[in-house]
């Protein structure tokens, strides 16, 4: 067993304005043997605005299970679950409470290069009735209806190792991804679909 905690603290801006995003997290992890690892994790989430916009502040509390599986020396699957409560002491539209389950697999193709597939499925259930909810199939004020969201997304990332390039780039890493998320609403206004293509290049140094 393996117990690890960590605290962020980052500041950001958006379209609201500055915010200050402190978020603090427990994890324990369980090598139940050589190929099964288990882990729990804990956390809170803090988002404080500026100024007059600090209504909007919310708390965030957060927990989750994942069980990874190595398959054999190519593939590995991780099974994980989660839940998260929000709570805004100001602005009620913001509380909610999210339940979600992924699953994702990576396969190694060949020396430094790996492939990761990915499947999730959120429900996101609001505290109150959304202060402007109007139903989807009539365009209707949606009174007494509260807003709930279901969220499906898939995922496929590459990744590429320096090292398998060139000595050189031994602590260097390439990757690109697409993610689609489809999101169905009982509230207007709310449904949408997502794609996003990433590239990154990312450099690790030991110190």
Known sequence: PRLSLAEVEND????????????????????????????LSTGVTELAYDDMLDRNDTTTLSGSFSW?????????????SFYQKVDSEE??????????????????????????LG????????????????????????DGKVR????????IDYLLLGSSLSP????????????SSETESNTIGFSQQRDIFSARVNFGYRF
């Open 12 to 39: 950001f801006e958006d379209r609201l304005g500055n915010y200050k995003l402190t978020s603090g997290t427990l994890t324990a992890q369980w090598q139940a043997r050589q190929t099964t690892r288990f882990s």
């Open 68 to 80: 990874e599986e190595i398959i054999g020396r190519r593939l590995s699957t991780n099974l994980g």
């Open 91 to 116: 602005n009620g539209d913001l509380d909610k409470e999210l339940f979600g389950a992924s699953l994702t697999m990576r396969l190694g193709l060949m020396r430094g290069h790996f492939l990761t």
């Open 119 to 142: 499947a999730s499925y959120i429900e996101t259930e609001h505290a109150s009735v959304y202060s402007h909810s109007y139903d989807p199939s009539s365009g209707t004020p949606a």
């Open 148 to 155: 709930e969201d279901e969220i499906t997304g898939t995922s």
């Open 168 to 179: 050189l780039l031994n602590n260097v890493f390439f990757t690109m991804g697409y993610q």
